[in-house]
């Protein structure tokens, strides 16, 4: 992959932040024709991406905006993984297994079942003995769960890197690595006119502000806020389990039904459930937990025994299998829990792609293609009303008014 130096250069758009939601947005902005640099201050996905499981889920979203981008989001992974070789990226249309430990857990995923159906998501009710069909080795005693077929996985960081390959390489993108962003440069009329850099500085219109939990910190530099915040999360990582080629001891991603209340709790607290799948390489990823503590990446022994117990508990064989690692991320948490998609009212020609915390992986296709939309002024193929930047600014005025 072609990579450069800014020094003094120009661009229809600069993306900041290369994760796989910046490197979708370099891709789709790209491919529409426009002129794309994309800068991130580390690496490529150094950030959120990095220390993602890649999950493209449905099971986990209430009917709602930010279940119709994920619709979409995923029939475009689907389209990525024609063009850019779904192999490349691990693209696994493995299925989800939603797991409940109660009746009354179960009462629930089946309401919210019925209502996925109604929306065309094929769910398909499982009993106790039907779990075990698709997981024989989940514990017994569960009350039921209920199947995804169309949950996927696949392996973030190579996603990221074949999307910001096929911008640079088929469609003339730039990509400036190690290159921090320190101001963003308006014009007399309050537009947007350059990005300047520690390696020096971009004329462009337009900025993409794709810089996940850091999305705030770029906002500001435009002059605006948008209240993104990081909300910490863990993942283990066992031993390999098999070779390749054999068949994996856990078929599916099998997650808790308590996991849904978590993705949408505003709490602030540490918050646990139970998610485990496996991987390509033979391992198998256990997680989930969230919590707003910062950006303190200090490793919390007791979150870490929680999550291992927790998977236990689904699949006791997980007992006699050593932990090999564990790793730490900060996803892009928004306080009413739907990303921030668009252009900013206040500041023309600066949009942003951010705040889609733990589902960040799954909705990249779908956030670039909205910002391609407006970059380019085509029709949207998704409401961009929902996630438009404009409800913080109305928000804003209406705090001030009240004060």
Excluded at 57 to 71: A, M, R
Excluded at 111 to 131: F, Q, S
Excluded at 217 to 230: E, F, T
């Amino acid at each position: 992959m072609a990579m450069s130096q800014p020094r003094s250069a120009t661009a229809d758009v600069v993306v900041v932040g290369a994760g796989v939601v910046g490197a979708a947005c370099a891709y789709y902005a790209a491919r529409a024709g426009l002129r794309v640099a994309v800068v991130d201050r580390g690496p490529m996905a150094g950030g959120t991406t990095g220390a993602g499981e890649g999950n493209l889920l449905v099971s986990d979203k209430s009917p709602g905006p930010e279940l119709d981008l994920t619709l979409h989001s995923l029939a475009l992974w689907e389209e990525l993984g024609s063009s850019l070789d779904a192999d490349a990226f691990e693209l696994e249309r493995k299925g989800g297994l939603v797991v409940a430990a109660t009746a009354s857990a179960l009462e629930t995923l089946r309401t919210l079942g019925t209502e996925h159906r109604a929306l065309g998501i094929t769910v398909l009710e499982l009993g106790p003995d039907d779990v075990h069909t698709y997981e024989p080795h989940l514990r017994h005693g569960l009350a039921g769960g209920a199947s995804y077929p169309q949950d996927m996985q696949l392996q973030p960081m190579l996603a990221t890197a074949h999307l910001l390959k096929a911008a640079v390489r088929d469609h003339g993108a730039s990509f400036h690595p190690g290159a921090t962003v320190t101001a963003i440069e308006l014009d007399h009329g309050g537009r947007v006119a350059a990005v300047r850099t520690s390696s020096g500085s971009i004329a462009t219109p337009a900025v993409v502000n794709a810089a996940g939990t850091w999305a705030g910190d770029v906002a500001r530099l435009a002059g605006v806020d948008v209240p993104i915040m990081p909300r910490r999360g863990f993942i283990l990582v066992t031993e390999p389990l098999t070779s390749a080629g054999e068949a994996p001891p856990i078929r599916h991603k099998v997650y808790a039904a308590e996991y849904v209340a978590n993705v949408a709790s505003e709490a602030s607290d540490l918050q646990t459930s139970a998610v485990v799948e496996g991987t390509r390489a033979g391992t198998v990823l256990i997680g989930a937990s969230r919590e707003r503590v910062g950006f303190d990446r200090t490793f919390a022994l007791p979150v870490l025994r929680r999550l291992a117990a927790q998977a236990i508990d689904l699949f006791p064989f997980l007992a006699g299998v050593h932990v090999i690692r564990a790793y730490v991320g900060f996803r892009p948490y928004s306080p009413d829990h739907l990303p921030v998609i668009g252009p900013d009212p206040r500041v023309p020609g600066l949009l942003h792609a951010c705040g889609h915390e733990g589902a960040g992986i799954g909705l990249a296709p779908a956030t670039a293609d909205l910002i391609t939309s407006a970059l380019v002024g085509a029709a949207p193929a998704v409401d961009p009303v929902p996630f438009t930047p404009e409800r913080f600014a109305v928000a804003s005025i209406a705090g001030e008014a009240n004060g």
